[in-house]
């Protein structure tokens, strides 16, 4: 059963870092492009990174670029966010998915986490 569990949300101080979990279970995940997703209420789920199979590319969101980071641990079967200089409106809960296609878009992945969530103070 393919299964993604994030972790690692919190609350934070502007400017503050974080670094958000997706383990996988049931699967490899280095054999899947796995993004990153952010979604408040009331809003769409938007896309903030992700890393292709095998390590091969990435690509962030303009929102995110120069202070999000995503890599793998493929020993741990693991998928990192490393967010840093973190602004209020980087608060929502955040997914990581898996697809056959390097995208940000919601539509192009298959499976999910539960998300975690991050709030950066005011």
């Known amino acids: 059963q393919l299964r993604l569990v994030e972790s690692g949300g919190a609350l934070v101080l502007p400017g503050g870092s974080l670094k958000l979990t997706c383990q996988g279970s049931?699967?490899?995940?280095?054999?899947?492009?796995v993004g990153w997703f952010r979604q408040v209420p009331g809003k769409e789920r938007e896309g903030v990174s992700c890393?292709?199979?095998?390590?091969?590319?990435?690509t962030h969101a303009d929102s995110v670029k120069d202070r999000f980071i995503t890599r793998r641990d493929n020993r741990k079967n693991e998928v990192y966010l490393e967010m840093s200089s973190l602004i209020p409106e980087d608060t929502a809960v955040y997914y990581c998915a898996v697809g056959r296609v390097l995208s940000l878009q919601p539509a192009d992945f298959t499976t999910w986490g539960q998300g975690t969530q991050v709030a950066v103070l005011s």
């Open positions: 890393i292709g199979a095998h390590n091969r590319i990435r």
């Open positions: 049931g699967f490899l995940l280095d054999n899947y492009h």
